[in-house]
């Protein structure tokens, strides 16, 4: 979801030189997102295959 959000930004704001910094705190706040729901699926699958590995 988060991806196909940061396309249409692309695409919206390419030539824009006012949004530039808009789009370049938009284009930090999506990478935040997506590494932070990077990382909790990483956590939640060590997690998961810790639990089965003590099984």
């Known amino acids: 979801?988060?991806?196909?959000?940061?396309?249409?930004a692309?695409?919206?704001f390419p030539t824009s030189t006012k949004g530039?910094?808009?789009?370049?705190?938009a284009e930090a706040l999506a990478l935040m997102i997506q590494f932070?729901?990077?990382?909790?699926?990483l956590?939640?699958?060590m997690l998961t295959i810790s639990?089965?590995?003590k099984k």
């Open 36 to 41: 932070g729901s990077l990382m909790l699926a």
């Open 1 to 8: 979801m988060v991806a196909t959000q940061g396309g249409d």
């Open 20 to 25: 530039v910094a808009i789009l370049s705190v």
């Open 51 to 53: 639990k089965s590995d």
């Open 10 to 12: 692309y695409e919206h």
């Open 43 to 45: 956590v939640g699958i």
